[in-house]
């Protein structure tokens, strides 16, 4: 026997080697080791959010509720971004992204990482289903036996089917519904819920085990006992996502027809190009290739698991027990109102004589809602000027007060976002009930969105126009507003409310060549400003100066600015990051970024605020903004950031908000320079922070030992 010696190396590596060398001499010249993929690094996100529904420290229905984040997240992941990858494998599908892989490369690594994030779903949702079951709560997802056949015959929903010979064209099928194929000898059925909604039964109760059936798998068990005169040769259930990124506007094209052309881009949604089949089965079914064969799709678009399909339902299970099970969920935070807010009826005296931060959840989103309807039916309120990005679906208390200042004789202008994408329906109902009920709203602009969140109040006061804003960081969402975590700034400063005056009328009359003293605004001065920002913090550094930047936000992926931080990280400046979601930005790296950190929380909250601090040798400039630094916030849509500028709620940010977010120990990961995430290591005996929970516990303290603290007359 002959010895070889012989290295054995993965597979994998050698994969991903050969595409990225591949890729290396074609596209544009960026080098590979200095970004993380854009997609890659959403992913690893999205497995950031299923860590949490494998911790065993996260109550039951709260890790139940992240099994659903993880679906939600990944359906508009296909039907936008592996749509735009599927686009670019047909016109360039050897560019290089900044990265350095190109279409064809980064489409064999998305497949890869899908694949082993779904597998870990499942195996997670398995070990759920069992802890629930324990606890009185059962999800039935296999029907073996017939013990549960008489109650769900006798309840079940409306369900459609269409048979059709082998050979024919599957029928026209809505993407997102849930469907279940029937393999015949020479015909084969589709079967699907009239309402998607009806997919999960609840039956009777057994012991005070409340017991939930998913329906779809029941049809699937019970197929030859449902079509007794037919041989069934095989069924599994399946489910279609379709691309969802459809051009809504051509600059060549009219504006004023915006809402019609939005209705015909939401409607092309339902029959536009399949991204991706996903099949509930524990094997491959052979009908498997004659569906997908029918839909014309190659087999990196088919994703198996024995995992039931569209399990956003899971979002919202818990509510079904808030009574009866809250041991198995958070305990529920009660917004809090400002004493001198619950003292004081009128809004704009307090607001006149100093700003007010609020900071969602902690801080109840009731105060906007008040600040909207006071001036509703304030007689010296003259105007009132709304950004509207996206609301309740129905019932918003938004716009019910909107409707009700028009009625007393307000002039309100509104500008509606229709093209917030998966909103775009609801924001056309919303602007013809506006305009219905006299609302003045605002000709869309086609080619930006707008994504600012901005409401401008105008009062007469001593004959005099006197104006306050509120700004935020997050929607106008009386929902979200409960589950994300964001900042909000009433303020009457005169300064500012200049800027938001400007802003509104360039809103009218597009003119982005407006000169705003306080605010950055896209896509006028907010990508330059905050570049000049950094090359100012290393000018500082250089000389001799202390230098430092904290900036908090959903996704970092814009080249410049990414660069720019390179730069300020070898003159030595000290940069913290906060990045939620996907991160391009490589830290840790030597001589190219050691001074930068990048930190990710994910909690109970979704963290939605994005805070930029600047030391700016001593003048701690804060900003707070609905934009996240990508191209798209720079370029593509009207943003602004609004300066924080009492003293008091600045440090507030900066000590409270920034640096207990830094210290969490529970919930934060660190981004290391191989593209992983390492769980904040605790030292021995240290306490525990969890800066969510801080927040809370801040709130519930009236803010007391805060720089908010001193504000006797505010907080009690």
């Not at 279409?103 to 779904?118: D, I, T, W, Y």
């Not at 938004?398 to 976002?417: C, D, H, Q, R, W």
């Not at 190219?592 to 990048?598: A, E, G, P, Q, T």
Request: charged share 25%.
């Amino acid at each position: 026997m002959i010895n070889i010696k012989c290295q054995w190396l993965p597979l994998k590596e050698i994969i991903s080697k050969a595409a990225r060398e591949e890729s290396a001499g074609e596209g544009d010249n960026f080098a590979g080791d200095r970004f993380f993929n854009r997609d890659i690094s959403w992913l690893s996100f999205n497995d950031r959010v299923l860590a949490e529904s494998e911790n065993p420290s996260v109550p039951l229905l709260e890790r139940l509720f992240f099994i659903g984040i993880v679906s939600s997240n990944l359906d508009e992941f296909f039907t936008v971004r592996v749509s735009e990858l599927l686009r670019l494998l047909k016109i360039s599908p050897k560019k290089n992204y900044p990265d350095a892989l190109n279409p064809e490369a980064l489409a064999l690594h998305v497949r890869e990482r899908v694949l082993r994030q779904k597998s870990r779903q499942a195996k997670s949702l398995n070990a759920l289903l069992k802890d629930l079951a324990n606890n009185g709560i059962q999800i039935l997802t296999s029907f073996e036996n017939e013990e549960f056949d008489k109650e769900i015959e006798k309840n079940l929903p409306e369900i459609e089917i269409c048979f059709s010979k082998l050979g024919t064209p599957i029928p026209a099928l809505y993407g997102s519904d849930i469907h279940i194929f029937v393999h015949f000898p020479d015909e084969y059925a589709v079967i699907r819920f009239k309402k998607i909604q009806d997919r999960l039964l609840e039956l009777s109760s057994v012991d005070g085990v409340r017991r939930f059936a998913l329906l779809e798998r029941w049809i699937m068990f019970k197929a030859q006992k449902l079509f007794k005169n037919k041989q069934v040769f095989g069924t599994f259930a399946f489910r279609l996502l379709r691309n969802a990124d459809i051009p809504i506007y051509d600059a060549e094209e009219n504006e004023n027809d915006m809402e019609r052309k939005v209705v015909k881009a939401v409607n092309k949604r339902f029959s536009s190009r399949v991204v991706r089949l996903e099949i509930d089965s524990s094997k491959y079914p052979d009908s498997a290739l004659l569906l997908a064969t029918s839909l014309r799709l190659d087999s990196a678009s088919i994703y198996r698991f024995d995992l039931p399909l569209s399990l956003r339902f899971l979002t919202s299970f818990k509510q079904l027990f808030t009574k009866t099970h809250k041991k198995l969920m958070y305990p529920p935070v009660n917004p809090l109102v400002p004493a001198i807010l619950k003292k004081n009826t009128d809004i704009f005296s307090v607001i006149r004589n100093q700003d007010i931060v609020l900071h969602h959840p902690y801080d109840s989103f009731d105060i906007v809602i008040d600040f909207l309807d006071q001036a509703s039916k304030d007689p010296a309120v003259t105007e009132i000027f709304h950004t509207l990005y996206r609301t309740n679906n129905i019932e918003s208390p938004i716009i019910k007060i909107l409707k009700k200042a028009a009625k007393n004789g307000k002039k309100v202008t509104v500008y509606v976002e229709l093209k917030a994408r998966f909103d775009e329906m609801n924001n056309v109902m919303h602007a013809n009930d506006l305009r219905k009920a006299g609302v003045k709203v605002i000709t869309p602009i086609g080619k930006y969105k707008v994504h600012s969140k901005l409401t401008m109040i105008t009062r007469t006061e001593n004959e005099k126009a006197v104006r306050y804003v509120h700004m935020g960081t997050g929607n106008y969402h009386a929902g979200t507003a409960k589950q994300y975590t964001d900042l909000g700034l009433l303020t009457a400063h005169e300064g500012i409310t200049s800027d938001a005056l400007k802003y509104c009328e360039m809103l009218y009359t597009r003119d982005v060549k407006q000169k705003f003293n306080y605010m950055l605004v896209s896509p006028v001065n907010l990508h330059n400003k905050i570049i000049y920002m950094i090359e100012n913090e290393i000018k500082n550094k250089e000389n001799g100066r202390k230098a430092h930047i904290i900036a908090k936000m959903n996704a970092l992926s814009d080249i410049k600015v990414i660069e720019t931080l390179y730069k300020a990280s070898k003159a030595g400046v000290k940069i913290d990051l906060i990045v939620r979601g996907t991160c391009c930005l490589k830290p840790h790296v030597a001589g190219l970024s050691d001074n930068i950190k990048v930190t990710s929380i994910i909690d109970r909250f979704l963290e939605h605020s994005r805070i930029y601090y600047f030391h700016a040798n001593g003048e701690k400039k804060i900003y707070l903004s609905s934009a996240d630094w990508r191209p798209r916030n720079f370029i593509r849509r009207y943003e602004i950031a609004f300066p924080v500028l009492d003293c008091d709620i600045k440090q507030y940010i900066l000590d409270t908000i920034l640096y207990n977010s830094l210290k969490d120990n529970v919930k934060a990961a660190i981004l290391q320079p191989n593209g992983s995430y390492r769980q904040v290591s605790t030292f021995k005996n240290a306490a525990p922070m969890r800066s969510q929970f801080a927040f809370e516990d801040i709130a519930r303290k009236y803010y007391k030992d805060t720089h908010l603290c001193g504000r006797s007359k505010i907080f009690e």
